[in-house]
């Protein structure tokens, strides 16, 4: 009897049998978009062209889907690291989940301001200048977030999770749109939450191309939607799709007649294509909710 239950254990415990208690789903979609987020990267790199990509004076059809394509990065990585701290959630408890979350979102945050930033500036951090953050402390800082947010009631966590989705463009406009072009003044921390440009930490100019307040409502919105992957997959895959469409055909809906959702309403273009162009080309900083029902609308 003992040796029986050992050998259970044994092969409970196998990596075949870890491999196949995961999604490959989700697992397929993270590897997907981080080879389409190493498209944008390259071009960044070798792109001859001084100009922005989504600028539709200059721009031509492929460059412009080289850069619109990896809009679909972010939000795939919030929204799945939602799921994957719901899916935890049954198997630990909130206290275990909560510190996880914690010591994961700092452990990312310190990734991206040392080795991440690094490796983008091509430089040790200057006496004035310390780090980038972007989709890294983004991802970090959500999770510590997240942290706090699984201890309010299932109900209440989707209100929270939709009303920043859907109301964080209300801040449209009461705050200046950002301050790259002049770092020599930064703006308050908590402004972070909102607006991108630099900051400062502990004396440091920091550049946050990430505003916070959008990724968090994400990250709480994937956490609240785990229970669709604990379904058939025959029927995870009819709810995945219907979400996508709903969210797609509400994007067209909202977009063409340029109601609210955008800080950026598009503007008549001299072709049918290019006015479709100009309806996608979406704000990504901080992620308006066209943004984010277009993008999270197509991964699903």
């Given at each position: 009897m003992i040796t029986?239950?050992?050998v259970e254990v044994s092969m409970m415990e196998t990596p075949e049998n870890t491999y196949k208690s995961r999604l490959m789903s989700i697992d397929f979609m993270r590897g997907l978009v981080m080879v389409i987020m190493a498209l944008d990267h390259v071009r960044d790199y070798v792109f001859?062209?001084?100009?922005?990509?989504l600028d539709l004076t200059q721009t031509d059809s492929v460059i412009y889907f080289t850069r619109w394509i990896t809009h679909l990065c972010a939000p795939t990585f919030m929204i799945?690291?939602?799921?994957?701290a719901g899916l935890m959630a049954s198997k630990l408890s909130k206290i275990e989940l909560s510190k996880f979350l914690i010591i994961r979102g700092l452990w990312l945050v310190f990734i991206e301001m040392t080795v991440v930033s690094v490796a983008w500036n091509m430089a040790i951090f200057s006496p004035q200048f310390f780090s980038s953050l972007q989709v890294i402390w983004a991802l970090?800082?959500?999770m510590i977030a997240l942290s706090m947010l699984i201890w309010l009631p299932r109900k209440l966590l989707i209100v929270t999770a939709l009303v920043i989705i859907f109301g964080h463009n209300a801040f449209d406009g009461t705050l200046p749109l950002n301050n790259w072009s002049n770092p020599a003044e930064p703006m308050p921390l908590w402004w972070s939450i909102h607006v991108s440009g630099f900051s400062q930490i502990f004396g440091f100019t920091v550049a946050i191309a990430y505003p916070l307040f959008p990724w968090i409502g994400v990250m709480a919105l994937g956490y609240v939607i785990t229970p669709v992957f604990k379904v058939e997959p025959e029927l995870r895959k009819k709810i995945l799709l219907w979400g996508g469409v709903s969210c797609l055909v509400l994007f067209f809906v909202l977009r063409i007649p340029n109601l609210y959702g955008d800080l950026n309403p598009w503007v008549q273009q001299e072709s049918l294509w290019f006015n479709f162009l100009a309806i996608m080309n979406?704000?990504?900083y901080p992620p308006s909710l066209f943004f984010l029902l277009a993008t999270l609308g197509?991964?699903?």
């Open positions: 029986n239950k050992k001859i062209g001084h100009f922005d990509p799945l690291a939602g799921v994957s970090g800082m959500s979406v704000q990504k197509i991964s699903s």
